[in-house]
């Protein structure tokens, strides 16, 4: 089976009623992501970070998979598709896709301030003030910015894997993983589906599909079937 690897950003779960980040003039939901996604504001103000995330994951629990995310997923009778997202949404775990890195984290998941590895799981808030069992405070388990991103050498073998590369909704603004693309082999082909393409994307050598994920989506998984 050929590897087929998907790169997906916010805009595949648009459709899902998730908001994405640069839609909207730099505010996420009406906040300032400074204020809510960086070191400097969990220690500045840990209760509105936590508010912020508990927020977050109550959208996401309400949140369907979309027919992009289950047009992915099925594509794993044909190929062996591997997922790289950048959403720490569950969409794709939950439309069925069976290989999925998070290169930003998970919503569903907490973890201790002290230690990544001290994983939970965690379906409703983070209480205000929990701890975890290494007295750490407990915090969602997503990377903000300034931090590292610590899956990306993994990504990176995977890209370099890749025969066909597919980025699904994803302004391929947010760094390191927007320089993923340069370890894909030279033989690859790549298709880019999104309903507002960044205008590179032609010039950086991909077949760009420029409609929302899911319509986009059907048409790429025709193309694919005589691949
Ligand atoms: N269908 C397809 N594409 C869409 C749709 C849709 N329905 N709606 C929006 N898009 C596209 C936009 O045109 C844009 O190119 O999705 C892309 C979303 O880009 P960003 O908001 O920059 O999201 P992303 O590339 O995932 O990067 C955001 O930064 O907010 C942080 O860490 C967070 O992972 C996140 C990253």
């Given at each position: 089976?050929?590897?087929?690897?998907f790169f997906t950003g916010a805009g595949v779960s648009a459709e899902s009623g998730l908001k994405t980040f640069r839609d909207s003039d730099g505010?996420?939901?009406?906040?300032?992501?400074?204020?809510?996604?960086?070191?400097?504001?969990?220690?500045?103000?840990?209760?509105?970070?936590?508010?912020?995330?508990?927020?977050?994951?109550?959208?996401?629990?309400?949140?369907?998979?979309?027919?992009?995310?289950?047009?992915?997923?099925?594509?794993?009778?044909?190929?062996?598709?591997?997922?790289?997202?950048?959403?720490?949404?569950?969409?794709?775990?939950?439309?069925?896709?069976?290989?999925?890195?998070?290169?930003?984290?998970?919503?569903?998941?907490?973890?201790?301030?002290?230690?990544?590895?001290?994983?939970?799981?965690?379906?409703?808030?983070?209480?205000?003030?929990?701890?975890?069992?290494?007295?750490?405070?407990?915090?969602p388990h997503v990377v903000w910015f300034g931090e590292a991103v610590p899956n990306i050498g993994v990504a990176a073998k995977i890209v370099s894997g890749a025969e066909i590369f597919v980025v699904v909704g994803s302004s391929l603004q947010v760094y390191p993983a927007a320089?993923?693309?340069?370890?894909?082999?030279?033989?690859?082909?790549?298709?880019?589906?999104?309903?507002?393409?960044?205008?590179?994307?032609?010039?950086?050598?991909?077949?760009?599909?420029?409609?929302?994920?899911?319509?986009?989506?059907?048409?790429?998984?025709?193309?694919?079937?005589?691949?």
């Amino acid at each position: 089976m050929k590897r087929l690897v998907f790169f997906t950003g916010a805009g595949v779960s648009a459709e899902s009623g998730l908001k994405t980040f640069r839609d909207s003039d730099g505010l996420w939901e009406g906040y300032d992501i400074y204020e809510v996604a960086t070191p400097q504001a969990w220690a500045k103000n840990r209760n509105l970070v936590q508010e912020f995330y508990n927020m977050r994951r109550k959208n996401v629990m309400d949140a369907r998979p979309n027919l992009a995310h289950q047009l992915i997923a099925s594509l794993e009778d044909r190929f062996d598709v591997t997922v790289i997202t950048q959403n720490i949404d569950d969409l794709h775990e939950r439309a069925g896709s069976t290989k999925v890195l998070h290169l930003h984290g998970e919503i569903m998941k907490m973890r201790s301030e002290k230690d990544d590895t001290i994983l939970y799981d965690i379906r409703g808030d983070i209480v205000h003030g929990a701890k975890a069992d290494d007295g750490g405070y407990l915090r969602p388990h997503v990377v903000w910015f300034g931090e590292a991103v610590p899956n990306i050498g993994v990504a990176a073998k995977i890209v370099s894997g890749a025969e066909i590369f597919v980025v699904v909704g994803s302004s391929l603004q947010v760094y390191p993983a927007a320089s993923l693309a340069e370890f894909l082999p030279d033989a690859v082909s790549k298709f880019l589906v999104d309903k507002n393409p960044p205008s590179i994307a032609s010039m950086w050598g991909y077949e760009v599909i420029a409609r929302p994920a899911t319509e986009g989506m059907a048409d790429l998984v025709e193309t694919l079937m005589n691949h």
